[in-house]
């Protein structure tokens, strides 16, 4: 069932191509057969089948890129099908030096982005689902995985139970909770449906997968997480150069926006312009993170706590910087020293690293990585106030950890740039 629907996406988007050729022609030339036109003819030909081609690869490449989650009708990844093509075809020109119209090729990659992207609006609200017989006594699992937009769990059976040995539906996905004791009924159901060519993943796996979290509970030991790491350690360096590169870019824009910032902070209230504050980075390691001061001088004088709802703490106009994040602002700098990321875990305070390490098992893998300035926690989640909330940002940021890579970074910084926009998720 996900090979047919990714098999469909492919074959949608070629005859989209198609369609936007045709269109093209028709608005360029007078008729929708390039070939047919007076202007161009028959040698447009070879350029028309290197386009079809050229997308052909293209679709089958984007949607083998890894990415952590379900598949998805992305539109970052339709433009990047989109872009590929149009790339190939402008070398494939240059090396070749065939007979190619710039107004039709340009007019027709414009439009199949348009009707790409709408592609995936209207596969967006049918998105592609996974139907599961869950074998788990796990009900909190279970009820996530319900949760869960693109799973469908058709029924929960007890592990332990005696069900009836009959085959399932072939559609059906067979997932079983390795953690728990199978009786001999259930082992012989779902080994049997294994030899018969049925879908029988792990309960932990296919959670992870729907819910982009880590299941804690099924968590044992260290190198779980560690050992992932191992196998994206050559993006780790590129993801750093990819930070420095993409704050020095911007540098112009942050530091005009950053002026403007620092002389509404100064005339809201007596005190510093900048709020520094002792954090733990990576490894573990202590390291002053930089904001732009939003609550009074005096904020922590009973010691750190967490940012409350309409906080009483927050100076005038505190609360609008940060509904839209510029308070974080000069994180950017602690991004060009190597002290953070632009995506990672968050950076927290060390008396709550020291309360949540003896609390909560596995938070300190959360400093695998350096702290990012956004994350995949604070997408999801936003702010937590409690240990619960602690606990359910952990599995997002263990997650994060698990599946780094520049696909997932730039998700979440898309994702980031909407949290902006909207102000949602602040305190």
């Known amino acids: 069932m996900r090979n047919r629907f990714v098999l469909s996406m492919v074959m949608v988007d070629l005859t989209l191509l198609a369609g936007s050729a045709m269109i093209s022609s028709l608005l360029l030339f007078g008729t929708p057969l390039p070939w047919e036109a007076r202007q161009v003819g028959p040698r447009v030909l070879p350029m028309l089948g290197f386009v079809m081609l050229a997308a052909l690869v293209a679709s089958t490449l984007v949607p083998s890129m890894p990415s952590p989650g379900v598949p998805r009708p992305s539109y970052g990844r339709g433009l990047t099908m989109v872009m590929i093509t149009l790339s190939a075809v402008a070398l494939m020109v240059l090396a070749t ?38 074998f788990s006594s796990d009900r909190e699992m279970v009820r996530d995985l319900q949760l869960a937009p693109h799973a469908d769990v058709r029924a929960l059976i007890d592990p332990s139970s005696h069900p009836d040995q009959g085959p399932l539906d072939p559609e059906i996905t067979l997932v079983v909770d390795m953690a728990a004791a199978l009786s001999p009924e259930v082992a012989r159901l779902v080994s049997g449906n294994d030899l018969a060519g049925r879908v029988v993943k792990p309960l932990a796996s296919v959670y992870e997968e729907h819910t982009e979290r880590v299941p804690l509970p099924r968590l044992v030991e260290d190198w779980q997480m560690t050992t992932t790491l191992q196998q994206v350690r050559n993006w780790l360096w590129g993801k750093r150069l990819f930070d420095l590169a993409a704050v020095a870019l911007t540098l112009p824009i942050w530091v005009l926006v950053a002026g403007v910032v620092a002389v509404v902070v100064k005339a809201s209230s007596p005190g510093p312009v900048l709020f520094r504050q002792l954090r733990v980075g990576r490894g573990g390691q202590p390291f002053t993170i930089y904001k732009f001061r939003t609550m009074r001088s005096d904020a922590e004088a009973d010691g750190p706590r967490f940012a409350a709802v309409d906080d009483p703490r927050l100076v005038r106009g505190g609360g609008w910087l940060r509904r839209y994040r510029l308070d974080e602002i000069p994180q950017l700098w602690n991004v060009l020293i190597g002290d953070m990321s632009l995506v990672g875990p968050r950076a927290e305070q060390a008396p709550f690293v020291e309360e949540f390490s003896r609390e909560i098992p596995f938070y300190s893998l959360r400093h695998l990585l350096r702290p990012g300035v956004t994350g995949w926690a604070q997408i999801n989640t936003g702010y937590a106030a409690d240990l619960e909330g602690t606990v359910r940002k952990l599995t997002y940021d263990l997650y994060y950890i698990k599946h780094v890579s520049p696909i997932l970074d730039l998700r979440i910084l898309w994702s980031s740039v909407w949290t902006v926009i909207t102000g949602s998720g602040s305190r």
Not at 98 to 115: E, G
């Open 97 to 134: 030096r065939i007979y190619f119209s710039r107004s039709l090729l340009l007019v027709t990659m414009a439009i199949w982005a348009v009707t790409v992207v709408a592609h995936r609006v209207v596969r967006r609200r049918r998105p592609w689902i996974e139907p599961m017989v869950v």
